[in-house]
């Protein structure tokens, strides 16, 4: 009997591992994002954000892929680093999908020096697939706690 539950709670571990390991298409979009932001990539960043992009925070809105190169993906990626994201759900249709779940990061000062505080927030990535493109970042929404 023990071996048999030790069987089936191994089972579920690796149930478990392997479900966590899958990623999906809107939780890969997300780590590219990521990643590009973490890097402080600019040129990366844009290309993967629609022109007619919309980003909403608690602390700026900005409408257009240039509105935003010119001031939150100037400015952020150097206060805001080490950035991960954890996709709660999501759901892809034919030329749209979205992606909800949870983003962390570290906070820098101005001069480079990590603060010790730590960003939490909810987010919400849309994406649109136009004509003769890939999937891009429609609409940026983060909401910080």
């Not at 571990?13 to 390991?21: D, I, K, L, P, T």
């Not at 600019?42 to 954000?49: A, D, E, R």
């Not at 101005?110 to 493109?133: H, M, P, Q, R, W």
């Amino acid at each position: 009997m023990k071996k048999n539950l030790l069987l089936i709670s191994l089972l579920i571990a690796s149930m478990a591992s392997n479900a966590q390991q899958k990623s999906t298409l809107t939780d890969s979009l997300a780590q590219n994002f990521g990643e590009a932001w973490n890097e402080n990539n600019l040129n990366q960043l844009i290309s993967l954000i629609q022109p007619d992009a919309f980003f909403k925070s608690p602390y700026e809105m900005n409408y257009s892929r240039d509105t935003m190169a010119a001031n939150f993906l100037i400015t952020n990626p150097r206060i805001i680093r080490n950035t991960k994201t954890i996709e709660l759900y999501s759901k892809v249709d034919d030329n749209i999908a979205w992606s909800i779940g949870k983003l962390s990061g570290s906070l820098f000062d101005e001069n480079g020096k990590d603060t010790g505080n730590k960003l939490s927030a909810d987010y919400i990535y849309v994406y649109t697939k136009k004509k003769n493109e890939g999937w891009k970042i429609q609409i940026i929404i983060i909401h910080e706690k």
